[in-house]
């Protein structure tokens, strides 16, 4: 079937839908991993927005059952260069096409991607529409243009968590969730996870460090996750402007200096501002696995996977607060530290899932951190 992708700036690409009929809008941005597209189907940070594949081939390994991020799709659509119409991967249970079509999601095939990464490479990230039923660029782009930015929605509230609840599974083994908080099984040390658009593998590496986790919504209060008792605290990855988590942050602002924090990427953008600092936002963003980040303290670089359009302006930060890593290709801020206060930060995601396992050890750097913070008792 026939699609059309209409840009607001009026640039339009022709394609074949691959997903499920109708029309959608949203943010395009691209993605440059050359792998990973179940991890990103399914990162509730790509909400609100249509990824663009770099990669040419996508969907030749089919779904599996273990790497999705979340329990279902988020972004509102796929744009690929050659969609693969069958599997070829022995975890597989499904084909790329079958599973989009399960959620009801859109997608393109047969787009020159390329032109349409340059084009945004060039111009920035733009709102687009897809459609299957409106084929007249001129149509779609007054709807590209009337339809809500990024910054105008609270897209966090549409994918954190209804309640909290325990999170049981381990890197090697099938997802399990306890939904009760009172069925905790004591780990050691209690680490409760802001759920602003978690990914399932944060949550699998706070369980291979030793920590019992409790996720929670994101509009908890500091006085609720106080009342956990817990050791520790992350602020967790998820979609949209940071400016629109004030909950978040005033909760984060209550919880410093009374609880170690740890934050990644959105986390790391509320934690900023919880200090004091500034955001803004990049012109097309970081999206791959293959983002250098140097450690300013120790100068080692690690290839890190990232997804965000926000930074936090290092200029903006108060001398209470250490830039510790920076963006090789752009010299923006990836990580940060309170000098006196236990709360550190990083940009990019040290889970990984899909990307390069070498800034795993910070997860280890946060149990160091609690433990440091507050010795845990002997049994």
């Known amino acids: 079937m026939q699609a059309l992708l209409v840009l607001e700036d009026g640039t339009f690409f022709w394609g074949r839908s691959f997903g499920v009929p109708g029309e959608c809008v949203g943010e395009v941005v691209f993605n440059t991993g050359m792998t990973g597209y179940q991890e990103i189907l399914t990162d509730p940070s790509y909400r609100g927005q249509m990824v663009v594949m770099t990669y040419p081939h996508i969907g030749n390994t ?37 599973y989009l079509g399960e959620h009801e999601v859109m997608a393109l095939t047969d787009v020159d991607t390329r032109a349409l990464t340059r084009h945004l490479r060039q111009f920035g990230a733009l709102r687009g529409v897809i459609s299957t039923e409106d084929l007249d660029p001129d149509s779609l782009r007054r709807k590209a243009l009337a339809a809500p930015t990024t910054s105008d929605q609270d897209l966090v509230a549409e994918v954190t968590c209804a309640r909290p609840y325990e999170w049981t599974q381990a890197l090697e083994s099938g997802w399990h969730i306890v939904r009760h908080t009172s069925q905790i099984v004591d780990r050691g040390l209690h680490v409760v996870v802001y759920d602003c658009g978690v990914k399932r593998n944060i949550l699998r590496q706070l369980i291979r460090v030793g920590c019992r986790v409790t996720v929670v919504p994101a509009q908890t209060s500091a006085h609720e996750v106080l009342a956990l008792h817990p050791d520790g605290i992350l602020l967790s990855n998820g979609p949209g402007d940071p400016e629109n988590v004030p909950y978040t942050i005033e909760a984060v602002r209550s919880l410093l200096g009374q609880v170690p924090i740890f934050g990644i990427c959105l986390g790391h953008q509320v934690l900023g501002l919880a200090l004091g600092g500034k955001k803004r936002k990049l012109k097309f963003g970081h999206h791959g696995s293959n983002h250098p980040v140097k ?46 206060l236990p709360a550190f ?12 396992h070498d800034a795993n050890p910070l997860f280890n750097d946060f149990v160091q951190l609690m433990c440091c913070a507050q010795p845990l008792e002997s049994p």
């Open 295 to 340: 450690d300013l303290r120790s100068g080692q670089i690690a290839i890190t996977a990232q997804n965000h359009n926000f930074v936090i302006d290092t200029d903006s930060l108060s001398g209470e607060v250490e830039a510790t890593h920076i963006n090789l290709y752009d010299g923006t801020l990836e990580g940060m530290r309170h000098r006196s």
């Open 345 to 356: 930060s990083v940009q990019y995601h040290p889970e990984a899932a899909p990307g390069p």
């Open 62 to 98: 089919g779904i599996n059952d273990q790497d999705g991020e979340s329990a279902r799709p988020h972004l509102r659509a796929l744009i690929v260069r050659d969609a693969s119409v069958r599997e070829s991967n022995w975890r597989a249970h499904q084909t790329l096409v079958r």
